[in-house]
């Protein structure tokens, strides 16, 4: 299947400050790459669709002015945490799809925010 | 957001078993998915299925699409303790679209 990364796989932050998540589709162009937030014992919930070259589109409740999302390249999209508080400790996950194709998710990157 | 009712939600069985879940949808699905996560990892993709009826094999796992496009299942036969882990269904109105998950089923094998 196709390889998905995400840099880092843990970050510690200060509330308050911002951080930064890669996901980057590593043999296969990811036309459509999705975030995904994970809280403990729970499924994962979808946090915003990208499209490569174009603004992403928000799941209800999701603010997109406190998570930037960037899909720059068919291979590289990134999420940022803005003003990070400790409710949005939690594990961040990736996905990236290319055109029709399955969705194939990255590691996960756990955030804390203390 | 929407999910799939998956069940049950935790299974503690004897090495060797047989497992068995499910997932059930109020609505259509063109595409249902069955994915394996392990703690602190994502999901990894086991099955895909992707027209109603069929059935599909990938060593010990076996998932069916339903007849309906509302449902599907995941068996696992002789389980071993590697198999613990989280299993979640997906669901995909359409390729390329979101997909919708279940609430998980957490597997426990007791060697």
């Known amino acids: 299947g196709a390889v998905v990364s995400q840099h880092p796989s843990r970050v510690i932050c200060k509330s308050g400050t911002s951080v930064k998540i890669e996901c980057r589709s590593l043999?296969?162009?990811?036309?459509?790459m999705f975030w995904y937030r994970q809280f403990p014992k729970q499924s994962l919930m979808l946090m915003a669709t990208?499209?490569?070259?174009?603004?992403?589109?928000?799941e209800q409740g999701v603010e997109k002015d406190k998570f930037l999302i960037n899909h720059a390249s068919l291979t590289l999209s990134t999420l940022t945490v803005t003003s990070a508080h400790p409710e949005d400790s939690s594990f961040y996950i990736c996905?990236?799809?290319?055109?029709?194709?399955?969705?194939?998710f990255g590691p996960g990157t756990r955030l804390t925010v203390l | 957001g929407q999910q799939l009712n998956q069940s049950p939600q935790s299974m503690f069985i004897q090495e060797g078993e047989d497992v068995s879940m499910n997932c059930t949808s109020s609505?259509?699905?063109?595409?249902w998915l069955w994915y394996k996560q392990d703690p602190g990892e994502g999901p990894v993709l086991l099955i895909a299925?992707?027209?109603?009826?069929e059935l599909t094999s990938n060593g010990r796992l076996t998932a069916q699409f339903g007849i309906t496009r509302k449902d599907s299942f995941l068996n696992i036969s002789a389980s071993i303790p590697s198999d613990v882990g989280i299993y979640f269904c997906?669901?995909?109105?359409?390729?390329?679209?979101?997909?919708?998950f279940g609430g998980g089923t957490r597997l426990m094998v007791k060697p």
């Open positions: 996905s990236g799809q290319g055109g029709t194709d399955t969705q194939y």
């Open positions: 043999d296969f162009q990811a036309t459509t």
């Open positions: 990208s499209n490569e070259g174009s603004k992403a589109t928000y």
């Open positions: 609505s259509i699905f063109n595409t």
């Open positions: 299925l992707y027209k109603a009826g």
């Open positions: 997906a669901g995909q109105r359409n390729a390329g679209n979101m997909l919708t």
